[in-house]
């Protein structure tokens, strides 16, 4: 019991601690906060996805070949924004032709396990450093703080009651197979309370968001963060990881912490669209 409180007071400290530091930089920090804060996030989690997934003799060399592209992404971003799709095609052909010439010489060299390896160092670039991209057009939006504040506060709220509603009364398991511990009960007040938070948020400060917008945007990020997160165990089952990191006290790693965040961007990124 005092393990599972300990454990419980370390996930609340860093929730909080992490949540004004990072709503706060969302506010105040403009074009260069937002850019700022998705490279952090993306470097975090590449860091952890390559520690996960690549463990050849030269796994090192290409982790730093990751990381480094990881910064060329985000300063182009910063610096040339909109240029998505020129810097998806460019780390392409440089991270194919890096993995090309990087077994010259070697004899021996496993090209099979090379040739995976390149498959899921260019899966890790789209997954955690593309999609993450979508939080600087959200900001970059009429209202851009608003949406901003407002995915974080959906996600963040869905995922703290799905925890403590599913720990309290969940009985029937949503993905055993993936996540033991997640239950139906869990995911639907997670939800339920998403809803909750965007009509309060409406209220006391975002009344250009229409009701319609108030119970869709709400319903189909949480659920997209869900899947995101079932997703992200997958990736750990595969590897039989319990956790992707723990620089986080409590919540384990980046991506274990923003793993609903990235898949649920693109979807946040549409209904801005929509109901703009």
Known sequence: MMNLS???SKRVITGCIGAIALVLLIIFGGWFGICLLTAVLSLGMIVEFCQISLDSRDFIEKRYVLLFMSVVISIFNFLVPK?????LISSFLILFSYFL???RGREGSNFVRHFQELKYSFFGIVYLVFIPLYLTRIHRLIFGVHWTVLFFLVVWSGDT???????KWGKRKLYPEISPKKTVEGAIGGLASGV???IIYKLAFFNELSWLGALVIPTGVGA????????????KRAYAKKDSGG???????????????????PVMYAFTQLFG
Request: aromatic letters at 18%.
């Open 6 to 8: 300990s454990e419980l």
């Open 196 to 198: 909750l938070v965007t």
């Open 161 to 167: 009651l799905a925890y403590f509603i599913g720990k």
């Open 101 to 103: 010439f990087s077994v």
């Open 83 to 87: 240029s998505e799709y020129e810097l």
């Open 224 to 235: 997209f963060a869900l899947v995101g997160d079932l997703c992200e165990s997958f990736l």
């Open 247 to 265: 620089i986080l006290p409590g919540h384990g790693g980046f991506l274990d912490r923003f793993d609903g965040v990235v898949f649920s961007l």
